[in-house]
């Protein structure tokens, strides 16, 4: 890669964070620190407003846009597989979600680029099991109460199909066992719980706060799971 194709990299890079640190960037692109250091000095000179905060990285001041960039076939066509894969590691309203973002995706691509794209996708197949296809549309909804730290109500069934309501504090979402599994606090059992997606009724939405300020780590409860990563 050259320098002009990195330094833009880097830019893109640290729009899609918050923040960034140096030792990120020098793994992403196989520099030294040295060379982040010089790289994130041209961006500045050429009028990109970086700032710093220790320990957390750099960070684009707040205000600043980029322009939207084009996309290359390669970048196309690693997108459009990946959309093959939801069908067994998503669910509907990831599914949908995608097809919206892929269709903007299209929208900034050469005439020819759209083209070759179109006659890809009908050359490339994915045939899952069973257990695989997700029925359910309830990945979208539980990212957003888990990112806003939201408790929601869950209408569930176990594996005895006793079905009860729960009031729970998601702390997130983790594939396993070929299935999502929702990790959260359980208001009801006063402790954590594994709750299979799959097994989800109903899903509530509430504004209300968590009530615990702070949570496990995700990956602390991934210590956890009768599975080996």
């Not at 009908?122 to 979208?140: A, T, V």
């Not at 990112?147 to 079905?163: F, R, T, V």
């Not at 059992?189 to 899903?203: A, L, W």
Request: glycine share 4%; proline share 3%.
């Amino acid at each position: 890669m050259n320098r002009i194709d990195r330094l833009f990299g880097i830019l893109i890079l640290l729009q899609s964070r918050k923040y960034v640190t140096a030792e990120k960037i020098a793994d992403q692109y196989g520099i030294s620190i040295r060379t982040v250091y010089r790289d994130i000095k041209a961006l500045s000179e050429q009028g990109i407003p970086l700032s710093f905060e220790q320990p957390k990285g750099y960070f684009i001041v707040q205000g600043y846009f980029l322009p939207p960039i084009s996309f290359n076939s390669d970048e196309a066509n690693a997108l459009l597989l990946m959309e093959r894969f939801l069908g067994g590691f998503a669910d509907k309203s990831i599914s949908q979600h995608y097809t919206t973002a892929l269709n903007k995706v299209k929208t900034v691509l050469r005439t020819a680029q759209k083209e070759k794209l179109e006659k890809l996708n009908e050359h490339i197949k994915l045939q899952l099991p069973e257990r695989l296809k997700n029925d359910f549309e309830y990945l979208s909804i539980l990212q957003n109460a888990i990112s806003a730290k939201c408790i929601i109500q869950l209408g569930y069934q176990n594996n005895k199909k006793e079905i009860s309501t729960r009031k729970i504090e998601p702390i997130g979402l983790i594939f396993y066992a070929f299935g999502w599994h929702l990790i959260a606090w359980c208001h009801l059992r006063n402790e954590y719980r594994d709750f299979k997606v799959n097994h989800i009724i109903e899903v509530k939405s509430t504004e209300i706060p968590f009530s615990i300020t702070a949570h496990m780590a995700l990956n602390d409860y991934m210590k956890m799971l009768p599975v080996n990563y």
